[in-house]
Structure formats: C-alpha cells, structure tokens
C-alpha cells in the first residue's frame, strides 16, 4: 500500500515535466524545420529632377513700353484780321479733314477791298508827285546851265530835298498798298498743314476779331507716341544713331506698335527719333519719342493711328552675345540657379542676370551642356543625388 502511494507521488510532479519537456522538443522541431527568411534591404528612392542643358546663344532683348498717341504739330486757328465769317469749308468741323492750303474760312473782305483801293489811289498820288517833282528838277538844272555861272549848283537849286520827300511818300503809298493787299489776303483763312479738326469753335454770321480761336487743328503727316523708360531699359536700347555714334542709320531704330482698333488688333511701325528734353521729377524715367510717318494712311486690312489712341510699343534691345536664356522657374534666390553634375548631385550655381521677362531669363555664369533644373524645390541640400530628367518642353536645350 505504502509503494503505491510512493508511485502516485513521483508521478504526480513527473508527470508535468514529461508533458514540458515533450513541448519543448515540438516547438524546437517546429522552429528548426520552418523555412530561413530572406533579408531585403530596401533600396533608397531617388528625386527626379527635371532640367533643360545650357546651351550659349545671342540674344536681342524686346523692350516693352505704352504710350498715348499725338499729332508732332497742334496748333489754335486764329485770324490775322477781324470782320464777319461769311463762309466755312464743308471739313470745317470736328474731325473734318484737309489739306495744306485748303480754304477753311472766309471773312467779309468788303472793307479790306476798300483799304486797297485807297492804297492804289494814294500810290497813284504818290507817283504823279514824284513825276512832277523830277520835271521840276530838270528844268532847275537846265536853268542853272543856261547863267553860265561855272558853279556847281546846290541841292536846294536842284530840288533834291523835294525829290527824296516825293520818293518816301511813294514807298510809304506802296507799303500801304503792300499791306491793304495782305490784310484783304488774309480774310481766307487756309490750312497751314495737312490735318484734321480736333474741335471747331465758330461759324457763319460769327464776328472774330484778332487772336479769336477759331478752332483746335491737328497735323496728319506725323504722328508721335512718347514712351516712359527706366534707367535699365534705358540701358538696353542702342541710343548711339541718335547722337551720331553708330554707323547704323535711323532705320534701325524701329518700334513696333500694336492697339485694338475696331476690335481688331492693328500693328504700325515707328522710328525713334530722340529722347525727352529731360528726367521726369517724379517718375524718374526719361521718355523716347517716337514717330510714325502719314499715321492716317491705311493699308488694306490696316486702321489709322487715331490721335490719342493707347497703344503698347515693342523696341527692339541692343543684341547681347555669349549668353544662356533659361525658363524663370529654372532662378532661385534672385542669382542662382540648380545644377545637376557629372555625379547626379545638386550644385548651386550664381549667375548674372542680364535681362528678365515674366516667362524667361538671360544670363551668364553657367558653362556649355550644364544640366540646369528647372523643378521647384522645397528644400535644396546640396550634394543630394537625384534622377536627372530631361525636360520634354525645353527639347533638351536652352533656346535662342
């Protein structure tokens, strides 16, 4: 009895250490006959970088400028003498048309007739005076001749006083005639130019006297437009055929205009011609003028150059050799650009600026086939390795 109950103790503590020790053994075997993973080292992804190759070019800027067109001459019509208007040209009125020497008014010339012919009768007075007078001298003189006396007779004796007298009267009745002429000349007020009416002030049945302002006149034969620029664009416009420097004519300096007319856009082609007389005070910028030759002459297609029309201006820049023109995406920092080197690094790069538009730069400082990127970046940490990506846009070069 005492050994059975020995056998029910051991086996009571040896019966859990068999069953721990048998699962020991199965997880082992479990464990050591499971597949060994593989190790994989993840691979580290790399930016793509997109980018245009920097090739050297030449480059002419365009200098953009606006301006309001007006006629070179402008002038107020005014009468040189005063009387009744009787008469007005049909293109006498507001925006009305003429040419040079065309008759625009006329006024009552009845008094000035009258003042020439009181002219003629007092020359006509004048020269019978003098006649009689020089009969006058002669008979003197042959009286003097016949008394023998040998002397040299005077000028009192030989009515030479009396003869000057009757010569300045003759000239005076001339000039009154010369003038009476004039002023009746003068009551046909002509154009002085070819030109439109920019606003009539009179008309028939109207007295003016001297300096009334008949009207505000406009030349047609040259229109001007002046342009504002700073000093920058200033210094991009070849200025020397003004000034006589350049061997280059004033053919040169052509400006390109363009305006909405009729809901169209219209182009013309102008010459710069000089330069204002001084700086603007208040802007700082000095204007260039520009003139277009017969503004109102249209060609199939074209419009007139209306004064007082808005118009936006293109002047072509002095040309700039050995420079590389890039998208403005491809700035950063206002003077650098991102490069990508032989090693697929990034590389900052400073440059020269020398010339800007909302889409594109012009500089200097970068060397032939550069990778230049063009992708914005957040963060730029030099010497970070990137995927280069030439650009599908850019054909794969900066472009003239």
């Given at each position: 009895m005492m050994k059975r109950n020995q056998v029910k103790k051991y086996l009571g503590w040896a019966l859990p250490v068999l069953v721990l020790a048998a699962g020991i053994i199965v997880s082992s075997i479990i464990r050591n006959s499971r597949p060994e993973a593989a190790i994989v080292v993840p691979e580290k992804k790399l930016a793509t970088i997109r980018g245009i190759i920097a090739r050297k070019t030449s480059f002419q800027p365009v200098i953009h400028a606006q301006g309001t067109v007006k006629a070179k001459q402008q002038i107020d019509l005014v009468p040189e003498v005063a009387g009744k208007i009787i008469w007005v040209a049909s293109s006498f009125a507001d925006g009305g048309m003429f040419k040079a020497g065309d008759a625009l008014i006329r006024i009552d010339p009845r008094n000035y007739q009258f003042a020439v012919a009181r002219a003629r009768a007092s020359v006509a007075d004048a020269e019978n005076s003098l006649a009689l007078e020089q009969a006058e001298?002669?008979?003197?003189?042959?009286?003097?001749?016949?008394?023998?006396?040998?002397?040299?007779?005077?000028?009192?004796?030989?009515?030479?006083?009396?003869?000057?007298?009757?010569?300045?009267?003759?000239?005076?009745?001339?000039?009154?005639?010369?003038?009476?002429?004039?002023?009746?000349?003068?009551?046909?007020?002509?154009?002085?130019?070819?030109?439109?009416?920019?606003?009539?002030?009179?008309?028939?049945?109207?007295?003016?006297?001297?300096?009334?302002?008949?009207?505000?006149?406009?030349?047609?034969?040259?229109?001007?437009?002046?342009?504002?620029?700073?000093?920058?664009?200033?210094?991009?416009?070849?200025?020397?055929?003004?000034?006589g420097g350049g061997a280059s004519g004033m053919e040169d300096l052509k400006v390109f205009l363009h305006a909405n007319v009729g809901g169209k856009r219209r182009n013309w082609i102008g010459t710069l011609v000089r330069t204002a007389g001084s700086v603007d005070i208040n802007s700082r910028?000095?204007?260039?003028?520009?003139?277009?030759?017969?503004?109102?002459?249209?060609?199939?297609?074209?419009?007139?150059?209306?004064?007082?029309?808005?118009?936006?201006?293109?002047?072509?820049?002095?040309?700039?050799?050995?420079?590389?023109?890039?998208?403005?995406?491809?700035?950063?920092?206002?003077?650098?650009?991102?490069?990508?080197?032989?090693?697929?690094?990034?590389?900052?790069?400073?440059?020269?600026?020398?010339h800007s538009t909302p889409d594109e730069i012009v500089v200097r400082g970068l060397k032939e086939g550069e990778r230049v990127n063009i992708s914005p970046l957040e963060v730029l940490v030099v010497g970070t390795k990137v995927k280069w990506q030439l650009d599908s846009g850019a054909d794969g070069e900066s472009k003239p």
């Open positions: 001298a002669g008979l003197a003189r042959s009286e003097w001749e016949e008394l023998g006396t040998g002397k040299k007779a005077s000028s009192l004796v030989l009515r030479e006083p009396q003869m000057a007298k009757a010569r300045a009267k003759l000239s005076s009745a001339r000039a009154d005639l010369d003038r009476a002429l004039l002023d009746l000349e003068r009551t046909t007020v002509k154009a002085p130019f070819n030109g439109r009416v920019e606003k009539k002030n009179v008309d028939i049945g109207q007295y003016v006297t001297l300096g009334t302002n008949l009207a505000q006149l406009y030349s047609t034969d040259i229109a001007e437009i002046s342009l504002p620029l700073t000093e920058r664009e200033l210094g991009e416009v070849d200025m020397s055929p003004l000034y910028v000095l204007s260039v003028i520009v003139e277009v030759r017969n503004p109102y002459q249209v060609t199939p297609g074209g419009a007139p150059l209306l004064n007082g029309l808005f118009v936006e201006a293109e002047i072509p820049g002095k040309k700039i050799d050995d420079v590389f023109l890039l998208p403005r995406s491809a700035l950063r920092n206002q003077d650098e650009v991102v490069i990508v080197d032989k090693n697929d690094e990034l590389r900052t790069r400073k440059v020269e600026v020398v």
